[in-house]
T-cell receptor, first 114, second 115 residues
């Protein structure tokens, strides 16, 4: 079984400041890792994913995440945030052997202050 | 439309009633997924279809929940004898195939409120 922990339910940040959203996972099997974003009143959108290869993954809107196998983490970062980044961010995993479910964390609400 | 669509966008019903939620996947996508997102939580998997058949229904909470995809395209999630605890946003997603590396594309969801 897999589980995903997002320790920060809310992260307030000033505009143009850097941000890191933390994600840790637990799994007895190898997994793929994802970050999804949910803008207000919109559906979930894939931000980035780690499948294999380089542990540093770059996604849309200037976000990147780093896979750390020893720490079972997949933290999301952005060097300078904008008001438009205000959204809910979900970390998720999917096992190599599962053709079905994605397991999501509980989400982190990123609020940007001007 | 190019994306996954879901109807209705909002549904209010009374406890004990029957509801149907509809999902139109992206054209040509063979895999379809249903998730449920309760307030303050991440989406939770309900059921997955590959073509017309339910390949994994392990996430359905009980036998009041049922889903179909008779022609391998549109899917309907059916909830019998609704309870207040069923109130949530029901999300549908589709992917081109069921490969584990495939991206799942999500619809905007149906917000269900059971009074």
């Amino acid at each position: 079984a897999q589980s995903v922990t997002q320790l920060d339910s809310q992260v307030p940040v000033f505009e143009e400041a850097p941000v890191e959203l933390r994600c840790n996972y637990s799994s007895s099997v190898s997994v793929y890792l994802f970050w999804y974003v949910q803008y207000p009143n919109q559906g979930l959108q894939l931000l980035l994913k780690y499948l294999s290869g380089s542990t540093l993954v770059k996604g849309i809107n200037g976000f990147e995440a780093e896979f750390n196998k020893s720490q079972t983490s997949f933290h999301l970062r952005k060097p300078s945030v904008h008001i438009s980044d205000t959204a809910e961010y979900f970390c998720a995993v999917r096992s190599y052997s599962s053709a079905s479910k994605i397991i999501f964390g509980s989400g982190t609400r990123l609020s940007i202050r001007p | 439309g190019a994306g996954v669509s879901q109807t209705p966008s909002n549904k209010v019903t009374e406890k004990g009633k029957y509801v149907e939620l509809r999902c139109d996947p992206i054209s040509g996508h063979t895999a379809l997924y249903w998730y449920r997102q309760s307030l303050g939580q991440g989406p939770e998997f309900l059921i997955y279809f590959q073509g017309t058949g339910a390949a994994d229904d392990s996430g359905l909470p009980n036998d009041r929940f049922f889903a179909v995809r008779p022609e391998g395209s549109v899917s309907t999630l059916k909830i019998q004898r609704t309870e207040r605890g069923d109130s949530a946003v029901y999300l549908c997603a589709s992917s081109q195939t069921s490969g584990v590396q495939e991206t799942q594309y999500f619809g905007p969801g149906t917000r269900l409120l059971v009074l």
